[in-house]
């Protein structure tokens, strides 16, 4: 269903001469298939990114909490309904953040509030409203802002966001609504309020994973979610929102640091592309290899390469032998591990 070349040969195009199935820490995954590196359209590599993002994201925050600086959880969005397209207003959401970040306000909280730069996401749902795009970021500061300063901080952030959209042509939304501000604090009921949002692993996940959640209202849909309901459902109306999702977002940043902000606080850790993120083998057990007639086979059927995976997680050699006979593959281009090696050295 995609329009992305890259997109459609992930996870199905062969790198070698078969397809293998290793569990890692009881996870099962596909191993020696292509990956696309696609951080806002691929279920798979977005997955395997945004973990390693959290991770990044997690420890460099720690990091700057733990030396005294000062951590604050912000939401920017903007108002919207059913005939908004979503180029245009993830286009102004873009525009008004960069507007948030830069030009003289900002260099006077730089200097006032000690500002040191932002990690953000951007996020998108559609529901009975339509698209809606917002950005979740966590801005940092030398040290903790008072209450008072908070205050005062948060009125010129929401001030100058306002005026931000209504000068890309939006509306100025509402107060309280289109920007929040919160202090991250060290005590776990503090950094509970937004880790419980959504992963239980940490800001580091709310932050970098945050397209990636399910939505708490049944009639509000992340674009994943979107993807595969089309695929259970098929209906035409999904594929469109799909390809329009997958056209306003192209060449847009779904996950960005400020300016020198990752070599600041994480200057001992290498920093990888997402293409080179995605195609890291993670390394585990290998149960099976499957050969290409096979594998093709397997996916070709909506829902069989999960099912399998399901299956080799539960029981293991048995629960794949049941997968590939119950969707009719046949086990005919499945072998064990010291199969696999005595065909290698044939």
């Keep these: 269903m995609s329009e ?28 020696g298939v292509e990956t696309c590196g696609r951080l806002w359209l691929c279920p798979v590599c977005a997955a395997k990114i945004r973990a390693r993002r959290g991770d990044e994201i997690a420890e460099a925050v720690g990091r700057h909490m733990s030396n005294g600086g000062g ?65 979740h970021a966590v801005i940092l500061t030398a040290a903790e802002v008072d209450v008072l300063n908070l205050c005062d901080w948060f009125g010129r952030l929401d001030a100058r966001w306002s005026r931000a959209l209504v000068r890309y042509g939006w509306t100025p939304g509402l107060l309280g609504r289109r920007f929040t501000l919160y202090p991250v604090t060290r005590s776990p009921g503090g950094l509970a309020a937004y880790v419980t ?17 399910g939505t708490r209202r ?15 459902d098929g209906l035409a109306a999904d594929l469109d929102l799909w390809h329009e999702y997958e056209r306003a977002t192209a060449g847009k940043s779904a996950l960005r640091w400020s300016r020198g902000l990752r070599a600041l606080l994480l200057p001992d850790v290498d920093e990888q592309t997402d293409e080179e993120i995605a195609a890291e083998e993670v390394g585990g057990d290998t149960v099976a290899y499957l050969l290409p007639h096979t594998w093709y086979r397997l996916a070709d059927i909506p829902g069989a390469q999960s099912a399998v995976l399901d299956a080799v997680e539960s ?32």
């Design 218 to 232: 049944k009639t509000s849909r992340t674009p994943l979610q979107i993807l595969a309901d089309f695929g259970t």
């Design 71 to 135: 951590a604050y959880f912000a939401t920017a969005t903007l108002s919207h309904d059913q005939g908004d397209a979503l180029t245009a207003s993830l286009d102004v959401l873009t525009k008004s953040w960069r507007a948030l970040a830069s030009g003289r306000a900002y260099k006077d909280e730089q200097e006032r509030f000690g500002v040191l730069g932002n990690i953000r996401a951007t996020e998108i749902t559609h529901g009975r409203h339509g698209w809606h795009p917002h950005i």
């Design 4 to 31: 992305i070349d890259r997109c459609k040969r992930c996870g199905r195009d062969l790198l070698g001469g078969a397809a293998a199935i290793v569990v890692n820490e009881g996870t099962a995954h596909f191993s």
């Design 197 to 213: 949002k959504v992963q239980e692993s940490g800001l580091g996940n709310e932050i970098a994973r945050s397209d990636m959640k």
């Design 315 to 346: 029981d293991g050699w048995e629960g794949l032998i049941r997968v590939l006979v119950g969707y009719r593959v046949g086990v005919d281009g499945l072998l064990a591990p010291d199969e696999w090696a005595n065909q290698e050295h044939v």
